[in-house]
């Protein structure tokens, strides 16, 4: 384990985090990265990091130490993984999912039974490594969510698939004891979609009730209708509408559109939604949510094959071979950010000149107001507030996956990190990431704030109002100190030259 500083180009305020290295020795998908609670109870939990790998390993990493916390095995490729209370009985599980459609779920509070001379797990008998459920759905998945999406209460599962289909699930519970699972998902709905899932997010509406929220290509969204409970209600009073369970593609899907301009379709778009934006007076209305996405002027599609990396066309491949994981598109183009309040409302557009493929949200400030994050393939990242205030530094590699949050890396709490895979099978965890402030200010505004500097500037004979007398006074303290002193201390003597400083008071570096 390595401990370094952050790179140079880090904004004034990320200077002061560090990031720990961790090695690992697997290939890591854009999604099977989490910063979530695992499965422990209190006001006071500590958060984990998550993470799965293409060999179908699970592990969960713990404050600053290089080793695993646990490893458990899972059955195929691992495409997403996530904590959450799933179950619905407040307690929190880790759910891992894989391609081939391999859903598991792991009780890691009975990890504290047979714990190595270190504390690891890694070591644990085989048994325990098993997961407590296992079940399979439909395969080919790509993104999850698990959070409530019908205000009900209780979560749901919501899956995307390769196909453009979403599907939502709901466990149902065969026991009434909250320590033992045993159950199984039941399907609530599948929606098909007109272009590609990349994002899955809930953002409050314009009621205050939870939209389901699903990225579509070309900078749009689509909402996902929750209707199984009218439907179900149809089909007992004997209409036809499909049931529930059904698998058919019942298409309540309400598609959205950013832009009045044409973006291009083949280009995917990144969501996240129920941003943060302080006290519950400002939270009336539609919640705030972030896209970003990428406008082509000259593409040329990336396509991947077993051996290496190539471009459908004449140009030579000058990318990152490792982008042979992702089909993706490679451009010379401007990608976009953008915040918006409800559908119609855009607060501000955002271009930037590197290739986005994240997009989180973290408080950096600790004034409730949580700020996107959005990160580049090759490193650059990207923090913009609420006012379209931008700060950005450049990580130390390129980067396979991304993720920000809460993160209990050292002195026993957690604190705000972003945590970067790179394709040289290192993670690097930037914790105590904090910024006093977002928005550019000077040392006038800041002095105003203190109350001794009025008093300081009385002292000195200089009206709080005179901004030009208040700068040159700030201008000669700065440069000019020695010389100011001295001029201070001959004003204050009178004409015959007899030292009067008994009646005058003279400050010295007053600011």
């Not at 059904?246 to 969501?271: C, F, M, W, Y």
């Not at 991947?304 to 000058?318: D, E, K």
């Not at 990152?320 to 950010?337: K, N, S």
């Not at 930037?430 to 002095?447: A, C, F, G, H």
Request: net charge negative; proline share 5%; aromatic share 6%.
């Amino acid at each position: 384990m390595e401990v370094q500083g952050l790179h140079p180009a880090a904004p004034r305020g990320l200077l002061q985090a560090v990031s720990v290295i961790l090695g690992c020795s697997w290939s890591v998908l854009p999604s099977p990265l989490d910063l979530l609670g695992t499965p422990r109870r209190g006001p006071w939990m500590l958060n984990e990091l998550v993470v799965g790998d293409t060999n179908g390993k699970l592990y969960v990493y713990k404050n600053d130490d290089s080793k695993p916390w646990a490893v458990r095995s899972c059955q195929g490729m691992l495409t997403c993984v996530g904590v959450g209370d799933i179950c619905n009985k407040g307690k929190n599980l880790v759910v891992a999912v894989s391609a081939e459609g391999w859903f598991h779920l792991f009780d890691l509070t009975s990890t504290s039974k047979h714990p190595d001379a270190s504390g690891h797990h890694e070591l644990a008998a085989a048994e325990e490594q098993k997961p407590v459920f296992k079940q399979h759905i439909p395969a080919n998945t790509k993104v999850m969510l698990i959070n409530d999406i019908d205000g009900d209460g209780k979560c749901e599962l919501v899956v995307g698939y390769t196909d453009r289909v979403v599907r939502a699930f709901r466990w149902e519970d065969w026991s009434e004891n909250s320590d033992h699972v045993s159950g199984q998902l039941l399907l609530l709905k599948k929606w098909l979609l007109e272009g590609q899932v990349d994002s899955l997010s809930v953002n409050p509406g314009p009621d205050g009730s939870p939209e389901m929220m699903v990225s579509q290509p070309g900078c749009g969204y689509a909402i996902l209708l929750c209707t199984w409970d009218s439907e179900q209600q149809a089909t007992t009073e004997g209409r036809d509408n499909s049931a529930p369970g059904s698998e058919a593609p019942i298409r309540d899907v309400i598609l959205h559109q950013t832009s009045g301009r044409i973006h291009n379709k083949n280009v995917s778009t990144h969501l996240i939604g129920s941003i943060a934006r302080g006290s519950s007076s400002e939270n009336s209305g539609s919640g705030l949510f972030a896209l970003c996405t990428l406008d082509v002027t000259d593409e040329k599609i990336m396509g991947c094959c077993p051996s290496h990396c190539h471009l459908l066309s004449t140009t030579a491949c000058t990318t990152v071979p490792a982008f042979c994981l992702h089909q993706t598109l490679i451009a010379d183009g401007i990608w976009t950010l953008k915040l918006m309040e409800g559908a119609d409302k855009l607060l501000w557009s955002v271009q930037v000149d590197h290739q986005l493929f994240a997009l989180e949200k973290l408080d950096v400030t600790g004034n409730g107001h949580e700020e996107v994050i959005a990160c580049a393939w090759d490193g650059q990242t990207y923090i913009i507030d609420h006012n379209r205030t931008v700060a950005r530094f450049q990580a130390d590699e390129n980067v396979s996956a991304f993720c920000a949050g809460l993160y209990a890396c050292k002195g026993g709490s957690n604190s705000p990190c972003l945590v970067y895979v790179s394709f040289n099978q290192k993670i690097y965890i930037y914790w105590d990431v904090q910024l006093e402030r977002m928005e550019s200010t000077n040392l006038l505004k800041i002095l105003d704030c203190n109350p001794e500097f009025g008093s300081l500037l009385q002292q000195l004979g200089v009206e709080r109002s005179d901004v030009s007398a208040v700068k040159n006074l700030i201008h000669k303290t700065l440069y000019f100190p020695e010389k100011w002193q001295q001029s201070s201390t001959t004003q204050c003597q009178d004409p015959a030259g007899i030292d009067s400083s008994a009646h005058c008071t003279v400050v010295q570096d007053p600011l």
